[in-house]
């Protein structure tokens, strides 16, 4: 075996590849984990995650130089002072927008595992039956029953806190203790169930934060600074959770800098024999070989190694025989909800900073509803007390006013919706070689927006959650409705969906590329619709069974 | 600019670290460098009286204290556009001219009933207008978009960030309330009297 041949190549380090590694190197294959951007080492490199609030110049806010060098970044909440090295750089990595398409990367060793809102929650069956159903897109190759034990598996292993709901709308998994629900929520979940009985639920949220000890991981010490990276390993991340398991076995090499820019296909096997990477700090180019490659590289990016790894047999790149390689771009429409006081409670508080809040599973267009639109959409949420320096109506400055500050504010409640996006052949990514990247590479292209079935459906989330809100007893309730502009979900889906029919799919029900079998697209490029719950567990289930499909099937020699 | 001291250790103004004597100038007040807001030693110092009018010292310290001024500066300085710098800047000079007029002498040399009358009839009269919505919440951005009277728009953002820096102040967090790094624990049923320092 020469230096730069493997088992199993992984091209990329965040929540899927991380997982890809795992399950691969547990499984005795000799592997390299290729990730374009700089090692971030759990723990010691999480520089912010032990300052308090006074430490940051600028207490966390944004400056008007970050807001000059992060156009993109700046359009939402991610852009702030105390995890700004964890976006990429977006001098040295641009896109082109044909439309506007919010895209929030990062760049290194755990990708956006380290800053992903671990909200984790299962599909349905019958999200897994809506394409055949209404006629939309192609129709799932798995069912729920496929991915049901590896749901389990990836829970057990991720660490999910949940509670056991009982609703086939969201399926229970293999939860860690519940977090709490603070006296508003709670008042709130009873006011929920006396009026909307069963047919609209308010549940805990499930958190990929553990609430109790797990492996060699601390259990959640309630300081909701996720996003800074744990110094406890309280939430899954590729760092704290699928990269030391990996290691563990000795069989994983770990190559950061390592920006893969194509998929060498080889015409006579009709495989790949493995990838060409571009070292991001020396701009030296090498090989690496394998017999199993797992891309990973992040929905869009995934796509890109595909479309840029063109042969004269495949001209518009690796999967583009069905001519769907780089279509049906989604991600979940947000930015609409609602928000009001809530009275009374006023002697109560929380102490904690929960990194959680509430959910409401999908209830539209089930058992029997029709809308004027299909599919539907949940909401996250929560309650909590106005902070210290509110407006205070009585008096404007001065002393009492400064000691008034030390009382909390009133009750807020507020709940946010996310809904399903539709595939859309039209809505697609392109290679853009005119513009180049740092590295001369061609960048990507964006043309994808919400239509008609997704505006239709933010009426109704809009509405509904003024409703759910006056329900719940919840006063002075404003309503707002943002623009829908995709990307901002940063729940990215499509791309290389998968499919029963190599002629409409660039995917196999196995995540195996139909034009090139020993490849895996395993994370949110596959997806053939985007359900209205966060995918990323998702993504962790399809990517621990399609690993074990690998590996059984290279033990029979068949790929 | 150049007769005003750099700090080059900004832990200065973002907590109640030691003064260094390097930043100290003739009266002993600290200054900040400021990069983009072009305003004179005496308007910082107008800045400075109007955070501490705001959080004045009273049994417990004020905004001059616990350096919120150099605060707000470093955030007025770095956190907004340059038109938003310029509208709160002219009205800080029509402040300053307003006070003069009607007192004949600066905000600084007011005594704290006369400053508070100040302040309290911009709030009042700009909230009668509804010009601006005063500045809310916790937030850790500057307002969206300042106030297009400039007498109001300097008023709400030294205002906000007086209020944001006095409350995320290592003294308001550690003192007057209750501010754990590693909580440890989530208590949903936390009694609010429980919430303050003793």
Same mark, same amino acid.
């Given at each position: 075996?020469?230096?730069?041949?493997?088992?199993?190549?992984?091209?990329?380090?965040?929540?899927?590849?991380?997982?890809?590694?795992?399950?691969?190197?547990?499984?005795?294959?000799?592997?390299?984990?290729?990730?374009?951007?700089?090692?971030?080492?759990?723990?010691?490199?999480?520089?912010?995650?032990?300052?308090?609030?006074?430490?940051?110049?600028?207490?966390?806010?944004?400056?008007?130089?970050?807001?000059?060098?992060?156009?993109?970044?700046?359009?939402?909440?991610?852009?702030?002072?105390?995890?700004?090295?964890?976006?990429?750089?977006?001098?040295?990595?641009?896109?082109?927008?044909?439309?506007?398409?919010?895209?929030?990367?990062?760049?290194?060793?755990?990708?956006?595992?380290?800053?992903?809102?671990?909200?984790?929650?299962?599909?349905?069956?019958?999200?897994?039956?809506?394409?055949?159903?209404?006629?939309?897109?192609?129709?799932?190759?798995?069912?729920?029953?496929?991915?049901?034990?590896?749901?389990?598996?990836?829970?057990?292993?991720?660490?999910?806190?949940?509670?056991?709901?009982?609703?086939?709308?969201?399926?229970?998994?293999?939860?860690?203790?519940?977090?709490?629900?603070?006296?508003?929520?709670?008042?709130?979940?009873?006011?929920? /169930? +006396?009026?909307? %009985?069963?047919?609209?639920?308010? @549940?805990?949220?499930?958190?990929? *934060?553990? #609430?109790?000890?797990? $492996? =060699?991981?601390?259990?959640?010490?309630?300081?909701?600074?996720?996003?800074?990276?744990?110094?406890?390993?309280?939430?899954?991340?590729?760092?704290?959770?699928?990269?030391?398991?990996?290691?563990?076995?000795?069989?994983?090499?770990?190559?950061?800098?390592?920006?893969?820019?194509?998929?060498?296909?080889? /015409? +006579?096997?009709? %495989?790949?024999?493995?990838?060409? @990477?571009?070292?991001?700090?020396? *701009?030296? #180019?090498?090989?690496? $070989? =394998?017999?199993?490659?797992?891309?990973?590289?992040?929905?869009?990016?995934?796509?890109?190694?595909?479309?840029?790894?063109?042969?004269?047999?495949?001209?518009?790149?690796?999967?583009?025989?069905?001519?769907?390689?780089?279509?049906?771009?989604?991600?979940?429409?947000?930015?609409?909800?609602?928000?009001? /006081?809530?009275?009374?409670?006023?002697?109560?508080?929380?102490?904690?900073?929960?990194?959680?809040?509430?959910?409401?599973?999908? $209830?539209?267009?089930?058992?029997?509803?029709?809308?004027?639109?299909?599919?539907?959409?949940?909401?996250?949420?929560?309650?909590?007390?106005?902070?210290?320096?509110?407006?205070?109506?009585?008096?404007?400055?001065?002393?009492?006013?400064?000691?008034?500050?030390?009382?909390?504010?009133?009750?807020?409640?507020?709940?946010?919706?996310?809904?399903?996006?539709?595939?859309?052949?039209?809505?697609?990514?392109?290679?853009?070689?005119?513009?180049?990247?740092?590295?001369?590479?061609?960048?990507?292209?964006?043309?994808?927006?919400?239509?008609?079935?997704?505006?239709?459906?933010?009426?109704?989330?809009?509405?509904?959650?003024?409703?759910?809100?006056?329900?719940?007893?919840?006063?002075?309730?404003?309503?707002?409705?943002?623009?829908?502009?995709?990307?901002?979900?940063?729940?990215?889906?499509?791309?290389?969906?998968?499919?029963?029919?190599?002629?409409?799919?660039?995917?196999?029900?196995?995540?195996?590329?139909?034009?090139?079998?020993?490849?895996?697209?395993?994370?949110?490029?596959?997806?053939?619709?985007?359900?209205?719950?966060?995918?990323?567990?998702?993504?962790?289930?399809?990517?621990?069974?399609?690993?074990?499909?690998?590996?059984?099937?290279?033990?029979?020699?068949?790929? | 600019?150049?007769?005003?001291?750099?700090?080059?250790?900004?832990?200065?103004?973002?907590?109640?670290?030691?003064?260094?004597?390097?930043?100290?100038?003739?009266?002993?007040?600290?200054?900040?460098?400021?990069?983009?807001?072009?305003?004179?030693?005496?308007?910082?110092?107008?800045?400075?009286?109007?955070?501490?009018?705001?959080?004045?010292?009273?049994?417990?310290?004020?905004?001059?204290?616990?350096?919120?001024?150099?605060?707000?500066?470093?955030?007025?300085?770095?956190?907004?556009?340059?038109?938003?710098?310029?509208?709160?800047?002219?009205?800080?000079?029509?402040?300053?001219?307003?006070?003069?007029?009607?007192?004949?002498?600066?905000?600084?040399?007011?005594?704290?009933?006369?400053?508070?009358?100040?302040?309290?009839?911009?709030?009042?009269?700009?909230?009668?207008?509804?010009?601006?919505?005063?500045?809310?919440?916790?937030?850790?951005?500057?307002?969206?978009?300042?106030?297009?009277?400039?007498?109001?728009?300097?008023?709400?953002?030294?205002?906000?960030?007086?209020?944001?820096?006095?409350?995320?102040?290592?003294?308001?967090?550690?003192?007057?309330?209750?501010?754990?790094?590693?909580?440890?624990?989530?208590?949903?049923?936390?009694?609010?009297?429980?919430?303050?320092?003793?």
């Amino acid at each position: 075996m020469s230096a730069n041949t493997y088992d199993a190549i992984v091209i990329g380090s965040g929540i899927s590849g991380g997982w890809a590694a795992k399950e691969l190197t547990e499984k005795g294959l000799k592997t390299i984990m290729l990730e374009r951007g700089r090692n971030i080492e759990h723990i010691k490199d999480y520089v912010n995650a032990n300052k308090d609030p006074w430490e940051f110049p600028h207490r966390g806010g944004r400056t008007q130089e970050m807001i000059k060098d992060y156009p993109v970044l700046k359009r939402d909440y991610p852009l702030n002072e105390t995890n700004l090295d964890y976006w990429v750089n977006e001098k040295e990595s641009p896109y082109v927008e044909t439309k506007r398409f919010d895209w929030f990367r990062g760049y290194h060793v755990g990708g956006r595992s380290l800053m992903w809102g671990r909200q984790s929650y299962r599909w349905a069956e019958l999200d897994f039956e809506a394409n055949a159903k209404d006629g939309i897109g192609v129709d799932w190759p798995i069912r729920y029953k496929d991915l049901e034990p590896w749901y389990g598996y990836a829970e057990k292993f991720a660490g999910i806190s949940g509670n056991r709901d009982g609703l086939s709308i969201l399926p229970d998994g293999e939860f860690m203790p519940p977090m709490d629900m603070n006296v508003v929520e709670k008042d709130v979940a009873k006011r929920f /169930k +006396d009026f909307y %009985k069963d047919s609209r639920n308010f @549940v805990i949220g499930r958190t990929a *934060n553990i #609430t109790q000890p797990h $492996y =060699a991981r601390t259990n959640c010490q309630y300081r909701n600074k996720c996003w800074l990276g744990c110094p406890f390993g309280a939430y899954f991340s590729t760092q704290s959770s699928t990269l030391p398991a990996a290691m563990a076995t000795g069989n994983l090499t770990v190559r950061p800098w390592s920006i893969v820019t194509k998929i060498l296909y080889d /015409k +006579d096997t009709k %495989k790949a024999k493995g990838v060409e @990477v571009l070292d991001a700090e020396t *701009n030296q #180019t090498y090989e690496f $070989y =394998a017999k199993v490659v797992f891309v990973n590289a992040s929905t869009f990016n995934s796509a890109w190694i595909l479309m840029n790894s063109a042969t004269d047999i495949w001209p518009d790149g690796l999967g583009s025989s069905s001519g769907e390689l780089g279509h049906n771009v989604m991600d979940h429409h947000l930015g609409v909800g609602a928000f009001g /006081k809530v009275e009374g409670f006023e002697d109560k508080y929380y102490f904690g900073r929960r990194a959680n809040g509430i959910y409401i599973p999908r $209830y539209r267009n089930l058992n029997g509803e029709k809308r004027d639109y299909i599919r539907g959409f949940g909401y996250q949420g929560g309650g909590s007390r106005e902070g210290w320096s509110r407006d205070i109506a009585e008096m404007s400055i001065g002393g009492d006013f400064k000691d008034a500050l030390t009382e909390p504010g009133a009750w807020t409640m507020h709940i946010g919706g996310f809904g399903e996006t539709l595939p859309y052949h039209d809505n697609k990514i392109t290679l853009d070689k005119n513009v180049k990247d740092k590295w001369g590479l061609p960048v990507l292209a964006f043309d994808a927006e919400i239509k008609d079935n997704e505006k239709k459906m933010r009426i109704d989330m809009e509405n509904d959650a003024k409703e759910m809100l006056a329900a719940a007893g919840v006063k002075n309730i404003q309503s707002y409705s943002g623009n829908g502009f995709l990307g901002r979900g940063i729940h990215e889906m499509g791309t290389a969906r998968m499919g029963r029919d190599p002629k409409t799919s660039v995917l196999n029900g196995w995540n195996q590329v139909w034009d090139a079998q020993n490849v895996f697209v395993t994370d949110g490029a596959a997806m053939a619709s985007t359900a209205c719950q966060n995918p990323s567990l998702t993504y962790m289930a399809m990517t621990a069974r399609a690993a074990n499909h690998a590996v059984e099937e290279l033990k029979k020699n068949n790929i | 600019m150049n007769r005003r001291a750099v700090i080059r250790n900004l832990a200065l103004v973002i907590g109640s670290a030691t003064l260094l004597p390097s930043c100290l100038k003739n009266g002993g007040t600290p200054v900040v460098a400021l990069k983009h807001l072009n305003i004179n030693a005496d308007q910082e110092d107008l800045i400075g009286d109007v955070c501490e009018t705001i959080i004045p010292k009273t049994n417990t310290p004020g905004a001059k204290d616990l350096n919120v001024h150099l605060f707000v500066l470093k955030m007025l300085d770095d956190c907004y556009t340059k038109k938003d710098q310029k509208t709160i800047v002219s009205g800080l000079v029509e402040f300053d001219n307003m006070v003069q007029k009607r007192y004949n002498q600066s905000f600084g040399n007011l005594n704290e009933k006369d400053r508070v009358a100040v302040l309290t009839g911009i709030e009042e009269s700009a909230k009668k207008q509804n010009k601006a919505k005063a500045p809310a919440g916790r937030n850790t951005k500057p307002q969206k978009t300042v106030d297009a009277n400039p007498l109001f728009a300097f008023y709400w953002a030294v205002k906000q960030q007086t209020l944001f820096g006095y409350t995320t102040s290592q003294y308001f967090m550690t003192k007057q309330i209750v501010y754990e790094l590693v909580p440890g624990r989530y208590n949903a049923h936390f009694p609010v009297k429980n919430l303050k320092q003793a």
